[in-house]
Every structure is written in C-alpha cells, then in structure tokens.
C-alpha cells in the first residue's frame, strides 16, 4: 500500500527527492516516518513527520541536511536528501503510523514498533 521512489545513484555532496505514496486505503490520519538500512546494518530512523501540524523530528546527523514533507492531499510524503555523503548509501523505507488519539496528533514517532505499515523501499547509492 505503500510505494517508495526516488532512490538512485548520485556522487557525493549530490542531492535526490525520495516519495512514498499510498496507493490504496485513506491515508489521511496518519503520522508518517523514513528509515534507512546499510548493508550489515540496523534499520534506523531517519525523520518523521506529525498527522497535525506537519511537526518534524530528525536523527541527529541528519538535521540540516535532509528534509521530510507530505501532500496530503496526494497521501504522499517526500524525503529531501541534500549534501549527500558515502554513508547515507541505504535503503531507504517509508512507513505510516495510523493517528487513533487526538493526544497523537501533533506527534511524531521514531521507532519502528510504532509504524502500522512500511514500504517496500528505495536504494540510495552514493559515490565517492
């Protein structure tokens, strides 16, 4: 239900636009989030974004440099990748935490127990 693009091949200091669509069921209450995987990795967290209010959070590292969005109104959300470094090379997932609380709703969520459905995600590779 989820569907990952944008991922690709760019040199370093280069920039790609990752999305995530929801191509089925409505998406609208929903917190969203993006993690990557290295290879012989953990999954981490990237940054997420509240159903209310578009608040956002991000790993530390990555603060300044990437940018999470959404379009409601395209059930769609997008992760900037600016000043890309050999390290950020990963797939890169997207997931969905359906809002149930009102309490929620201005929240965003970092760990992967809290998402309700993921993508299938989208390979980063970056060059040095």
């Known amino acids: 239900?989820?569907?990952?693009?944008?991922?690709?091949?760019?040199?370093?200091?280069?920039?790609?636009?990752?999305?995530?669509?929801?191509?089925e069921g409505d998406f609208t209450r929903y917190a969203w989030g993006w993690f990557r995987q290295a290879?012989?990795?953990?999954?981490?967290?990237?940054?997420?974004?509240?159903?209310?209010?578009?608040?956002t959070n991000y790993e530390n590292s990555m603060k300044g440099r990437f940018t999470i969005s959404r379009d409601k109104n395209k059930n769609t959300v997008y992760l900037q990748l600016n000043t890309l470094e050999p390290e950020d090379a990963a797939v890169y997932y997207c997931a969905a935490k359906k809002i149930q609380?009102?309490?929620?709703?201005?929240?965003?969520?970092?760990?992967?127990?809290?998402?309700?459905?993921?993508?299938?995600?989208?390979?980063?590779?970056?060059?040095?």
């Open 39 to 55: 290879p012989g990795k953990e999954r981490e967290f990237v940054a997420g974004i509240s159903w209310r209010g578009g608040n």
């Open 101 to 128: 609380y009102n309490d929620e709703a201005d929240s965003y969520f970092s760990t992967e127990v809290q998402y309700d459905y993921w993508g299938q995600g989208t390979l980063v590779t970056v060059s040095s």
């Open 1 to 23: 239900q989820l569907q990952a693009s944008g991922g690709g091949l760019v040199q370093a200091g280069g920039s790609l636009r990752l999305s995530c669509a929801a191509s």
